[in-house]
Structure formats: structure tokens, C-alpha cells
């Protein structure tokens, strides 16, 4: 599975759009690119995953470039309850193993 | 849909006790994944089942551990004669995997260990 670089913190106002950036230069052209996000002491929340196209639910947005090397996560209006600690994963589909970095820490602020 | 459960949520053993988590996945899917995650760091794969079959196990999982899915359902995962250095969460995660496409992990809310 391909690896993937987020920054390690990001800062946001709350009401404001969050847009957390992942670069996955390595990606395979089946890979798919998960978000997940682990707010302190509990198991990761799944949020969205996409192949190529853009990809809204009702939580987030994902956006993935064209070339597929990047993607970026968007929060629409960002809560207090959205701080949290967001993981950018790349996997195969069939893949067993989610192989996750050190996230982007998120700290939305009032 | 009740989600990925896990019991205890918190456990304190003194060290060279032996230990045992249990985790209900998702009802009809046919993965189970364990996940181990110290502080500060990103969960950790540990091993995962098909059905009942134990297909992949990591490296970090030592002798001492050992997990079961009897009847691919729920799973256990057993941590013999604990050390320090076992304390940490231990996740669950189960999916639906049907071959033709990716399938998602959701994980539980995890076992927190800590070995006195």
C-alpha cells in the first residue's frame, strides 16, 4: 500500500471550512484513498473514500486530484467536535492491512 | 446496525497475568481485524480473519498472543503472561469484503490495556 504525508497540525475556526490536505504520490492506479478520524480515546471513525471521482457525504467532501498524487478533505462548516486527529490511507481493494501515519491533528477553535 | 463492539473497554492487569478481549463485529460482515495503538502513534495492524480462517498475522503479534474466531463471528484475542510493554488500546475493526471491490473497516471504540 502506498504511503501517504500529511502535515502534523492544522488550525480552523469554527463555523469555517476545514480543508485537511494528504499527497499520495506513490498511489497505484487501483488504490483507493480513505479518511478516518480518532477523536481522543476512541476507535477511528470512518468518513469517506473515493477511487477518482469526488466524493460527498454527509460528514465531509473529498476531492482527489487528477493525477491521483493528492487529495484534500473538506470539512464544510467545522465544529469544536470535529477536533480530532485525521488519518489520509491509501489501500488496494481486497487490501487486509489499513496501513496508518501520524494523521493531521485538527484543532478547531471558537 | 449497533456497530463494532468491544468488552472491556478498559482493563488493568498486573504484569504476567493473562488477558482476553472480545470484539462483535458488524452483523454479516465476514472480516474481523485487530489493531494494537500506543500513545501517540496510528493504530497498528495485528491480524485480521476471513470467516473463521486466520489469514494474515504481523510480526508484532508475539507468541504470547494469540487470537481466535471460533465461528466467524465474534473474536477473541488472548495476551499470555503480560508485559509493560503490552499496555496500550487494542482495536477492533470488521468489514464486508465481497471481492469485487474495496470494502471499509469500521473500527470499534477499543480495549485500553494497562499492565502495572
Known sequence: DAKTTQPPSMDCAEGRAANLPCNHST???????????????????????????????????????????SSTLILPHATLRDTAVY???VRAPGGFKTIFGAGTRLFVKA | DTGVSQNPRHKITKRGQNVT?????????????????????GPEFLTYFQNEAQLEKSRLLSDRFSAERPKGSFSTLEIQRTEQGDSAMYLCASSLYQGVSTDT????PGTRLTVL
Not at chain 1, 39 to 64: D, F, R, V, W
Not at chain 2, 30 to 36: A, H, K
Open chain 2, 105 to 108: 473497516q469500521y473500527f470499534g
Open chain 2, 21 to 41: 478481549f472480545r470484539c462483535d463485529p458488524i452483523s454479516e460482515h465476514n472480516r474481523l481485524y485487530w489493531y494494537r495503538q500506543t500513545l501517540g502513534q
Open chain 1, 27 to 69: 498511489i497505484s492506479g487501483n488504490e483507493y484513498v480513505y479518511w478516518y478520524r480518532q477523536i481522543h480515546s476512541q476507535g477511528p471513525q470512518y468518513i469517506i473514500h473515493g477511487l477518482k471521482n469526488n466524493e460527498t457525504n454527509e460528514m465531509a467532501s473529498l476531492i482527489i486530484t487528477e493525477d491521483r498524487k
Open chain 1, 87 to 89: 488519518y489520509c490511507i
